[in-house]
């Protein structure tokens, strides 16, 4: 590459999305976000990932707020700068794959409240499994993005992201974004990996990571400079720890260079000085956890996610067998391999984990298998890189036939059903995809909604009869 050729890095900004899931168990408010949109607009970020991954969840279970209404609030903010989202496939938000009436529908609502760009990825990279996101997408105008989710292992070399990256192109995808959702990828492997993809693909290389295991701002470093166009990144007050690269530092490294982004360093500095109180606060209540802000280096030893690492300890303490956990560390890659090596993201994470866990506790392999472990190995969530274990497969499933058509073909759809159970409720359209995903929860907040708006109904009454005395 010529230096003198500029070809400003692009920055997609998670302080909304991402930063906080990592960080604050994803408790940032609407009220929070709204006072510096406007602000954050003026940036020139590339976009804001604002919506979608745990926050719909979150929005609807802990805040008692509308994720809709969070993002038609974010739209009117945001006049400049694109919205963007983390879809999980067929699974949009939640954890099971739901029919493609449902998925399809997501997609039209999301982009009709205001999202441009949707992140769409799949736990096993069973690319069968975004077809429906990406169409519905394209369909409906927005940018569809790919995610690849990044892992380590012996079919994962870089002739096999090079073909799927090729694949993805194919299939529709308007850029490609490589998710290390567990910061295993290094700087130079960085380097190997872009230039790699680059002769698979024409599509714009967005590269998306966690600090995690301490590397992840010399990994973007050597990524654009091998061609990467696109880094996510948080702002100081809630980057680094399991968190994204901090923004400014990413804008003051590439300063000067041809890939320098522009941005207004007292601009950001005024975003950064917003945030730090929310930041000061979650540590003080223990929200923020200072341990997950250090460098986890068990991450690269093990290549497991630090969210992973933190249930199992969670699990062995429950079943009262702490001191198992070296054993569960080395059992996860053999689970892995038995279950054709996929990347450990949700849900995959928890189902070898889990797995682990209990091949360990029982004290013998596949003597105690979770419904999930045999929906993995019936197909039900897709095909693996690798074939499964033949005979930890039969321990599992028995003679039982499993399916080999993308697993959303055998779904009919459901969206009538879903709007018949939630009839009641429904004061928007969109209640019914809130419903469709977390029935429970949803009803909940439905009623909740229902009983503060009787509440100000009865206030504004009773202020009526105040004023005007009979
Ligand atoms: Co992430």
Redesign the pocket.
């Known amino acids: 590459m010529a230096d003198t050729q500029k070809k400003p890095v692009k920055i997609v900004e998670t302080i909304l999305r991402?930063a906080h899931q990592s960080l604050l168990a994803t408790r940032m408010s609407t009220e929070q976000m709204l006072p510096i949109i406007e602000k954050m607009d003026k940036v020139g970020y590339h976009s804001v990932e604002c919506w979608g991954g745990a926050t719909f969840d979150a929005s609807l279970r802990f805040l008692k707020e509308d994720p809709w209404e969070r993002l038609r609030k974010l739209k009117a903010g945001f006049k400049n700068t694109k919205l963007q989202m983390l879809f999980r496939g067929q699974n949009i938000l939640g954890y099971n794959h739901y029919a493609d009436d449902v998925v399809e529908y997501f997609v039209q609502k999301s982009i009709a409240n205001g999202i441009d760009i949707i992140r769409i990825f799949d736990c096993l990279n069973d690319i069968r499994n975004l077809e429906t996101a990406v169409k519905a997408t394209n369909r409906e105008k927005g940018h569809a993005q790919i995610a690849l989710s990044y892992t380590l292992g012996d079919a994962y070399t870089l002739d096999y992201w090079k073909d799927i990256a090729k694949r993805i192109e194919d299939m529709g995808a308007d850029s490609l974004c490589i998710k290390d959702?567990a910061g295993l990828l290094t700087p130079y492997a960085a380097d190997e990996l872009v230039h790699a993809l680059k002769e698979g693909t024409s599509l714009p290389i967005d590269l998306?990571t966690?600090y995690t295991s301490g590397v992840a701002s010399m990994t973007y470093l050597k990524a654009v400079e091998a061609g990467c166009d696109i880094i996510d990144c948080a702002m100081s007050p809630l980057a680094l720890g399991t968190s994204q690269p901090a923004t400014e530092v990413m804008v003051e490294t590439f300063r000067g260079t041809p890939y320098d982004t522009g941005y207004d360093l007292s601009l950001l500095a005024e975003i950064a000085e917003y945030f730090r109180p929310i930041r000061e606060e979650a540590l003080a209540s223990g929200l923020l956890n200072p341990k997950v802000l250090g460098v986890n280096i068990k991450t690269l030893q093990y290549q497991v996610p630090g969210g992973m690492l933190s249930n199992l300890v969670s699990q062995l303490k429950e079943a009262g067998q702490e001191d198992k956990y070296q054993d569960v560390l080395e059992e996860i890659p053999r689970v892995r391999k038995d279950f054709g090596e996929p990347p450990l993201v949700t849900p995959s994470s928890q189902i070898v984990g889990t797995q682990a866990v209990m091949n360990v506790i029982s004290g013998e392999r596949y003597k105690l298998v979770p419904k999930e472990s045999k929906k993995i190995m019936m197909g039900e969530f897709g095909q693996t890189v690798k074939p499964f274990d033949p005979v930890v497969q039969r321990k599992i499933i028995g003679d039982a036939e499993p399916i080999t058509c993308r697993p959303a073909d055998l779904i009919e759809p459901e969206l009538p059903k879903f709007e018949k159970e939630c009839a009641q409720w429904k004061q928007q359209d969109e209640d019914v995809l809130s419903y469709a995903l977390f029935p429970a929860v949803a009803k909940e907040f439905f009623q909740y909604r229902e009983a503060q708006q009787t509440k100000i109904d009865q206030a504004a009454a009773d202020k009526e009869s105040k004023a005007y005395p009979v």
Do not use: I
Request: no cysteine; charged share 25%.
């Open positions: 991402d959702m998306h966690h």
